[in-house]
């Protein structure tokens, strides 16, 4: 089976600028979250869609937003990008959704904010 | 609070020693998940083990072990007779339902594992 899926792998961008990111889960997943990873801050929670609706948010501002389709597949936006934006921004997919699910995490992509 | 500690920032060992990785959390919760991953240099993390709050076995998958006690909080992970390969950083994570079956999925930051030859 496939794992998770992430595109672009790298990026690079300018402050100011807008940015979407895209996610495909395992075959079968029908939830997906998203998550920033920084040096300074670790891993920390973004969203959580299931069947196209956000299940779950965390602190984050405005500015980063997501959807999920009919087929599961999810994008996050990133609108107005600041450097303190560049973060490897990891998806995860899991059967189901809640707090009780294995979640399986994509490779990544890489952001860096200019 | 919830909270996830890994106290060891960085370990360094020689191929073919054992290492332990060790996770205390806090939680208030009867109810919830505690997790390992694995984060190689490609970045992707890769799930090792879920145990739920219910099951204090202890788990042996090959050369990884993994000891659970409830009484002092803390789900350590061993790593057997180690290997280059097994060079990461490795998370502990903790996962307990908000209302509504919210997922709040709490990470430790980590611990960088470099196994030399």
């Known amino acids: 089976k496939a794992g998770v899926t992430q595109t672009p792998r790298y990026l690079i961008k300018t402050r100011g600028q807008q940015v979407t990111l895209s996610c495909s889960p395992i075959?079968?997943?029908?939830?997906v979250s998203w998550y920033q990873q920084t040096p300074g801050q670790g891993l920390q929670f973004l969203f959580e869609?299931?069947?196209?609706?956000?299940?779950n948010k965390g602190n984050f501002p405005g500015r980063f937003s997501g959807r999920q389709f009919s087929n599961s597949r999810s994008e996050m936006n990133v609108s107005t990008l600041e450097l303190g934006d560049s973060a490897l921004y990891l998806c995860?997919?899991?059967?189901?959704?809640?707090?009780?699910?294995?979640?399986?995490f994509g490779p990544g992509t890489r952001l860096l904010v200019l | 609070a919830q909270k996830v500690t890994q106290a060891q920032t960085e370990i360094s060992v020689v191929e073919k020693e054992d290492v332990t990785l060790d996770c205390v959390y806090e939680t208030r919760d009867t109810t919830y998940y505690l997790f390992w991953y694995k984060q190689p240099p490609s970045g992707e993390l890769v799930f090792l083990i879920r145990?739920?709050?219910?099951d204090e076995q202890n788990e042996i998958s090959g050369r990884y072990s993994w000891n659970f006690q409830k009484s002092t909080s803390s789900f350590n992970f061993t790593i057997t007779a180690s290997q280059v390969v097994d060079s990461a950083v490795y998370f502990c994570?903790?996962?307990?339902?908000?209302?509504?079956?919210?997922?709040?999925?709490?990470w430790g930051l980590g611990t960088s594992l470099a196994v030399n030859p």
């Open positions: 869609y299931f069947s196209e609706t956000q299940r």
């Open positions: 995860a997919s899991s059967l189901r959704w809640g707090a009780l699910e294995t979640q399986y």
């Open positions: 994570a903790l996962s307990e339902p908000n209302a509504g079956n919210n997922r709040k999925l709490i």
């Open positions: 145990r739920n709050s219910f």
């Open positions: 075959s079968g997943h029908r939830s």
